[in-house]
């Protein structure tokens, strides 16, 4: 039919958009960390208190919105987040201490926390109506969004400061979210026929690794319901750990430990973040023929010999080829394991899964901090070949008890 097709065309475009957004403000915040330190004046272990205060608030808001879009639709939460996260951007640069920083980043957190709740919500559900495994791709414009504010903030860096910068920000985010945001409003939700289907539905090859069940019956929300949600919650936890690890020590590894230029120690990130990116504009495709459980057992292997190598590799060409190979490991675990999630419980599944997610990443590199401490940054980088080690056999244990899908 020409008319829903057309509509779920830009219900994915907008959804893509605000994706891309949450990723570049994100990012554009990340650049000007060390900047806003200096202005702060705050010690390393106050900026991680002060850091910490984006976990707190995305942890807590992540729970809530799950009501929130449960009650008003994940559309209208998306819009009113996106609002709340590009005001926010531009209130860090404000701050003259830690203590405001940590309150300000809290609120920061509260709106990056429940945007991603509620447009991982509407994604799920557009997976569910178009019965194809998409998903890879919105994260993937998060993906992307990054790069591009990354990017941009280290070339104005220089001639920018942090107020103008991140106030800059607010502006381009609030006119993209009124552009997304009518297109998005506009659009009716994805309203799949069975918001919790079966974990294995629609996953072909993996014909295996399922049951024969006979029916199509929702799946009651019942315990084991909750504790498949959290399973694939900790698949993410245990990925996007990762993902927070090469963000914030990537750099310095390359730098201190194997004494790369500031220039090329930079272009750790990147190529991680490039890996990451064509790996889930890739992710469909793989999902259509590989199914979800292989994707993620694959990936998963391939982000632990990746890391491996980049945190102990004696090279700084070798280490960086590691970060690659770990972030195309690393692409596709997290949008899966986001998506089953959703499938089972709905706006609550999304919002379980995320918050163990998002939470594993932002508090991975605080953990790698320490664990640096205790004994050195090799070390602690890896255990984020050991975090995904776990993701495999999560998805191995799950497929054999026939749910993983």
């Known amino acids: ?28 915040w990340v650049v000007r960390i060390p900047a806003i330190k200096e202005q702060t004046g705050a010690s390393a272990s106050d900026l991680g208190l002060a850091l910490l205060g984006v976990s707190a608030g995305a942890v807590v808001t992540m729970t809530l919105t799950g009501r929130l879009v449960r009650r008003y639709g994940s559309h209208p939460v998306t819009v009113a987040c996106a609002v709340l996260l590009c005001l926010s951007i531009a209130l860090p640069p404000l701050t003259h201490s830690a203590l405001a920083l940590g309150a300000v980043l809290l609120v920061f957190g509260s709106a ?135 963000a914030d020590w990537g750099a310095l590894h390359l730098e201190q430990d194997l004494d790369a230029s500031p220039g090329l120690a930079a272009a750790g990130y990147s190529c991680f973040a490039l890996a990451m990116t064509v790996g889930r504009l890739t ?75 998002y939470g594993g990443m932002l508090l991975g590199p605080p953990a790698i901090g320490f664990m640096a401490d205790w004994f050195s940054l090799p070390a602690a980088l890896t255990s984020v070949a050991l975090l995904a080690a776990v993701a495999v056999l999560v998805a191995v244990a799950t497929r054999r008890a026939g749910v993983a899908g």
């Open 1 to 28: 039919m020409p008319g829903p097709s057309t509509d779920l065309v830009r219900l994915r475009i907008a959804l893509t958009a605000f994706f891309a957004l949450d990723g570049f403000i994100f990012a554009g």
């Open 112 to 246: 990056y926390g429940g945007i991603n709740v509620a447009f991982n919500s509407a994604a799920v559900d557009l997976v569910a109506v178009l019965r194809r495994p998409i998903m890879p791709s919105f994260h993937a414009a998060f993906s992307l969004g990054g790069m591009i504010g990354a990017g941009l903030g280290g070339l104005v860096a220089g001639s920018l400061s942090p107020v103008r910068h991140l106030l800059g920000l607010t502006v381009i985010g609030l006119l993209v979210t009124l552009v997304a945001g009518r297109a998005l409003l506009r659009c009716e939700p994805a309203a799949p026929p069975d918001r919790t289907a079966r974990p294995d539905q629609g996953d072909r090859p993996d014909r295996g690794d399922r049951p024969d069940r006979g029916d199509s019956a929702p799946r009651p929300p019942d315990r084991r319901t909750r504790r498949l949600v959290i399973t694939f919650g900790l698949i993410a936890l245990c990925t996007a750990y990762g993902e927070g690890a090469m």
């Open 283 to 357: 992710g469909t495709t793989l999902l259509e023929r590989l199914g979800r459980t292989t994707t993620v057992v694959a990936g998963g292997t391939i982000a632990v010999a990746g890391m491996l190598l980049g945190s102990l590799a004696p090279s700084v060409w070798a280490a960086l080829f590691g970060f690659a190979i770990t972030g195309l490991g690393l692409a596709n675990i997290f949008p899966v394991a986001v998506e089953r999630a959703g499938a089972l419980g709905g706006p609550s599944g999304v919002a379980a899964a995320s918050t163990l997610g």
